[in-house]
């Protein structure tokens, strides 16, 4: 018998346009409801979202009176389908059905899930700051299983701390090899490379990242190969390397636009917008972000990450109208607490504002208020970043001395955590307070010696093929090496041999070589 909650499920499944049939005559239905299931899965990892979600709800649904356990595997997968998709509305429905299917289990018996699938639920409603409880029952009771350790990472992720969200992360990547649960492990490191880069992790997260691309490319997860992309595009918009972000984005992008994955899409905009806003091109991330923070656009749950970014575009763009409705709504979401770096970034996005209209003072000392609020354990790169916002307001505001603090300590940021392009950046605006001589130059050194100092200044991917060109491997060999086309390679060599003034590959492998000497 279907239920009121089972059409209201079926009707959300079908608004996809996905046909939903089954057929039970062929064996039982607990099978029908295990191959919808199989079903469900596979398109999660390789399909449409909408396909994924109609199987998952129709397993769901017959084995609802067969197999309670299975249809909560299959509503809590639909729910991942809903999430991964954007699509607001499906996911409440999977998360009541969960939670109905979890209110038959005895308290006792319960696990962290049914606090986990709380708290996602409780996300979605008027009031978020309902899923602080369940959420941190959930870190707090992990377990040693990588399910349990997964749920953990995510929750720390949606309550903003994302250094625990890193650890709960690794440990269930360590949990699921020694149990020898090779098929969470490209899962396992989409999420883990997430974190990591949320916590300014960034060479980490590369790593990982990078690491679970090749494992889903093996396994033919086409989604979870577009995740790892729109990571790569992140970590790259960090480091400056413009052509890794375009290459990475773009066929992240693919993807996501043919199979449904709103949030890999969110992601790989964004990187291309801080990839505009690393170059000084914020009317650029303006446009791109304006579409993601709008109530009818984006990922939901991405949207609060993307509103500071957009914000800072707009004021420097002038497009300050467009950014104070998206700043107020900003300081709602501060407001309920879920996220750590919420408030610092309200204020830095405030103090753009305010430097637009009324009194210079208030501009700087939201400025100011933004730099303390940064909170520990998030890494360098927005602390940075709004250094060297309050930097350039103060150049502008013919306040030298103080500007220089500011950028070289901005600059420090951004060295320690590998942002080169933005990097750049605050090393312009110190040479425009006055500061003649370049912070990572040495006075008097000889035109090979700089060379050599090149090699420092080049981004960690562009070091990396540095040092493979310089081994003698062909262009065609970097290529299959970092799973990059022949043409990207070729952009990212002209790029290096610019930055280390050699005009051939026999230079550049000599330069390498002297350099490595000279550190022995």
């Known amino acids: 018998m279907v239920t009121a909650a089972d059409a209201h499920l079926l009707h959300e499944a079908g608004r996809s346009g996905a046909t939903i049939t089954v057929n039970v005559a062929a064996g039982s239905a607990e099978d029908a409801a295990r191959a919808a299931l199989a079903r469900g899965r596979r398109a999660l990892a390789a399909g449409p979202l909408g396909d994924a979600y109609a199987s998952l709800v129709l397993a769901t649904t017959v084995a609802a009176d067969l197999s309670p356990p299975l249809a909560l595997e299959a509503i809590t997968s639909a729910a991942d389908a809903a999430w991964a998709a954007g699509d607001r509305p499906a996911c409440i429905a999977a998360l009541d059905a969960a939670r109905r299917a979890l209110a038959a289990v005895a308290p006792e018996a319960r696990t962290p899930l049914h606090d986990y699938l709380l708290g996602l639920r409780a996300l979605l409603d008027p009031n978020p700051a309902n899923a602080i409880g369940p959420l941190k029952r959930v870190i707090a009771g992990a377990g040693d299983t990588p399910e349990s350790l997964h749920h953990a990472s995510v929750a720390a992720l949606l309550l903003g701390d994302v250094a625990t969200a890193a650890r709960a992360g690794t440990n269930a990547l360590a949990a699921a090899r020694t149990q020898g649960r090779d098929d969470l492990v490209p899962r396992l490191l989409e999420y883990l490379a997430y974190a990591e880069m949320r916590a300014g992790l960034h060479a980490r997260a590369r790593a990982h990242a990078r690491e679970g691309l090749l494992a889903a490319l093996r396994t033919g997860r086409d989604n979870t190969v577009a995740h790892h992309r729109a990571v790569l595009a992140l970590t790259a918009s960090v480091e400056g390397d413009t052509a890794q972000v375009e290459t990475e984005a773009a066929q992240a992008l693919a993807t996501a636009r043919r199979h449904g994955l709103t ?55 002038g497009r300050a109208e467009e950014a104070r409705p998206v700043a107020r709504e900003l300081r709602l979401w501060a407001g309920f607490g879920l996220d750590r770096g919420a408030f610092a970034q309200l204020a830095r996005s405030q103090a753009l504002l305010a430097a637009h209209e009324g009194p210079a003072e208030a501009a700087g000392a939201l400025f100011a208020r933004a730099v303390q609020l940064h909170p520990r354990g998030t890494g360098e790169f ?91 491997a062909t262009n065609r060999e970097v290529a299959q090496s970092f799973g990059l086309s022949v043409r990207t390679v070729d952009h990212h060599l002209r790029n290096i041999f610019a930055a280390l003034g050699v005009r051939s590959r026999v230079e550049l492998t000599r330069l390498v070589a002297d350099t490595a000497r000279k550190r022995e």
């Open 263 to 317: 949030q890999t899409g969110s992601l790989a905009e964004w990187a291309l917008a801080r990839s505009d806003l690393g170059r000084g091109r914020p009317d650029a991330a303006a446009s791109r972000l304006l579409g993601l923070v709008g109530a009818d656009g984006g990922h939901f749950a991405l949207r609060a990450l993307l509103m500071p970014c957009f914000i800072e575009a707009a004021a420097l763009s």
């Open 382 to 472: 927005e602390r940075a970043r709004t250094l060297l916002l309050y930097g350039k307001w103060l150049r502008r505001r013919r306040r030298p001395g103080e500007a220089r603090a500011v950028l070289r300590e901005a600059l420090h940021g951004f060295d320690r955590c590998g942002a080169a392009g933005w990097a750049g950046q605050a090393r312009e605006e110190l040479r425009a307070t006055g500061e003649l001589r370049d912070p990572k130059a040495k006075a008097g050194a000889s035109p090979e010696s700089r060379s050599r100092g090149a090699l420092a200044s080049l981004t960690p991917h562009q070091a990396r093929i540095a040092g493979q060109v310089a081994t003698g």
